[in-house]
């Protein structure tokens, strides 16, 4: 049995001012295409200035987002490849 390794290239871009945080996440699959989603986070005026803090939640959010584009991309192509409507992909 033959076992091919495949890689995904995740990038994550950050832009932040004093309250915000923006996070830009991009995957490219292995057939060349790109899905790409956003994440924000904010800052309470009380909290202190954590640069970092902004950065993971952010950073998270994309994430998600990312993963949920991908699933609805993969159940595209699931009911395009069957020719029938497929149950719905979830998390967990």
């Known amino acids: 049995m033959t076992h091919?390794?495949?890689?995904w290239h995740v990038?994550?871009?950050f832009e932040e001012d004093e309250q915000r945080t923006r996070a830009a996440a991009l995957v490219r699959?292995?057939?060349g295409s790109e899905v790409r989603a956003h994440g924000?986070?904010?800052?309470?005026?009380?909290?202190e200035?954590?640069?970092r803090v902004g950065e993971e939640i952010a950073g998270a959010r994309a994430l998600n987002e990312l993963a949920m584009r991908l699933l609805t991309k993969a159940h595209d192509e699931i009911d395009e490849a069957s020719g029938r409507t497929s149950?719905?992909?979830g998390l967990g």
């Open 11 to 13: 990038e994550l871009e």
């Open 29 to 31: 699959l292995a057939d």
């Open 40 to 47: 924000y986070a904010s800052r309470h005026r009380a909290d």
């Open 87 to 89: 149950h719905s992909l």
């Open 4 to 7: 091919t390794a495949v890689g």
């Open 49 to 51: 200035n954590q640069p």
